[in-house]
């Protein structure tokens, strides 16, 4: 479940920064969202 969002956002993430660069909003936007999606596997993962 986690996994399979996870890795669609990172694989979205790197298209962004491919397309409009590392430092662009809409990339660190995205990358913000893949850190939240991480951060709430772990925290289930820890349970």
Not at 15 to 35: H, P, W
Not at 40 to 46: A, P, R, V
């Amino acid at each position: 479940m986690y996994c399979d969002r996870i890795e669609l956002k990172r694989k979205q993430m790197l298209d962004f920064a491919e397309k409009y660069g590392f430092t662009a909003e809409i990339t660190v936007k995205c990358s913000q969202e893949l850190d939240k999606l991480l951060n709430c596997f772990q925290m289930n993962s820890e349970e």
